[in-house]
């Protein structure tokens, strides 16, 4: 799905994940995990970097033997995806450690015109991070 780049894009995402992935079956932790993941990745798309050409950002998920891929797809920024050191007071930084200590693998794909931040929940994916 394409969602325009604003901040309420998150819980849009949320919501048609949630809706597609309990109609498919895929099991309730996995579905709470994907929600949280999904929202993080989309969050940090906004706020950390620009827009793709049109103005929104892609989210894409797919579902094979209850294993959930997401993708989160922006026009990349200034600094590269990676967790936070720990902080105790900070607030914010927090969204890529929770998407480490979810997701099965992670990673981060560079593309010409943007970059692409996947996760995938429920078990390993076919894919390694580079």
């Known amino acids: 799905m394409r969602i325009q780049w604003a901040p309420s894009a998150a819980a849009r995402v949320r919501k048609e994940l949630v809706d597609d992935l309990v109609a498919r079956g ?12 999904v929202s993080e990745l989309v969050a940090n798309a906004i706020r950390h970097a620009r827009p793709l050409a049109d103005g929104a950002v892609r989210v894409h998920w797919k579902v094979k033997n209850n294993v959930v891929e997401v993708e989160v797809s922006d026009g990349g920024g200034t600094s590269v995806p990676r967790p936070a050191p720990p902080a105790t007071w900070a607030p914010g930084g927090r969204g890529l450690r929770i998407v480490r200590s979810l997701a099965h693998e992670w ?7 943007g970059r692409t931040v996947w996760a995938s929940l429920g078990g390993p994916s076919r894919r390694r991070s580079h």
């Open 107 to 113: 990673g981060v794909v560079e593309e010409p015109n």
């Open 26 to 37: 895929v099991p309730g932790d996995v579905i709470d995990e994907a929600e949280l993941v």
